[in-house]
T-cell receptor, first 113, second 116 residues
Framework: GEDVEQSLFLSVREGDSSVINCTYT??????LYWYKQEPGAGLQLLTY?????DMKQDQRLTVLLNKKDKHLSLRIADTQTGDSAIYFC???FGSGNTGKLIFGQGTTLQVKP | DTGVSQDPRHKITKRGQNVTFRCDPI?????LYWYRQTLGQGPEFLTY????????KSRLLSDRFSAERPKGSFSTLEIQRTEQGDSAMYLC??????????????FGPGTRLTVL
């Protein structure tokens, strides 16, 4: 069945770049997403990429998609302490444009001052 | 519009009791989704609505779970005869598009259910 895998934890120093990786199984996904979850807050969409793209840049965020290897990454440049959170990658799955999402288990990003 | 709201934010109940959660989506969003999130995991899809029609239910959703969206606006999720394994965060999301586009979903803060 469909599955999305992420590493569980990443620790970086403030000002460094962070790279969070994700692998997925459903090759028919149209969009892939990155969400951020802070304690006590709802999931917030950070960015998304259409499956026929291989890169998308949005300010400090860069998304890379390797469709052949089914690998997605999120790079955060100049990581700040406010970036500390759990990051989820997600893919849409199922036939048709249903919007159903399957999420990875989340990567906890710890940013040290 | 202040976003997706959910009520209550927290619910503690005893095993065997019924509980009902409410979700108010962003106005005019025609799609509404329910997810469940347990500690240390990502959200799992439960069900979704296009307007008032419930279009799909996950295999995760046992017959003790029922969801409605009677007028295509707010939705309710009811769990009958709750079990300790139902303890989780129940998330609601809404989406403005039903036919094309990236289906960006806006999530509510969730309802945390604890079954004792």
């Amino acid at each position: 069945g469909e599955d999305v895998e992420q590493s569980l934890f990443l620790s970086v120093r403030e000002g460094d770049s962070s790279v969070i990786n994700c692998t997925y199984t459903d090759s028919s996904s149209t969009y892939l997403y990155w969400y951020k979850q802070e304690p006590g807050a709802g999931l917030q969409l950070l960015t998304y990429i259409f499956s026929n793209m291989d890169m998308k840049q949005d300010q400090r965020l860069t998304v890379l998609l390797n469709k052949k290897d089914k690998h997605l990454s999120l790079r955060i440049a100049d990581t700040q302490t406010g970036d500390s959170a759990i990051y989820f990658c997600a893919e849409d799955f199922g036939s048709g444009n249903t919007g159903k999402l399957i999420f990875g288990q989340g990567t906890t990003l710890q940013v040290k001052p | 519009d202040t976003g997706v709201s959910q009520d209550p934010r927290h619910k503690i109940t005893k095993r065997g009791q019924n509980v009902t959660f409410r979700c108010d989506p962003i106005s005019e969003h025609n799609r509404l989704y329910w997810y469940r999130q347990t500690l240390g995991q990502g959200p799992e899809f439960l069900t979704y609505f296009q307007n008032e029609a419930q279009l799909e239910k996950s295999r995760l959703l046992s017959d003790r779970f029922s969801a409605e969206r009677p007028k295509g606006s707010f939705s309710t999720l009811e769990i009958q005869r709750t079990e300790q394994g139902d303890s989780a965060m129940y998330l609601c999301a809404s989406s403005p598009t039903g036919t094309s586009g990236n289906n960006e979903q806006f999530f509510g803060p969730g309802t945390r259910l604890t079954v004792l």
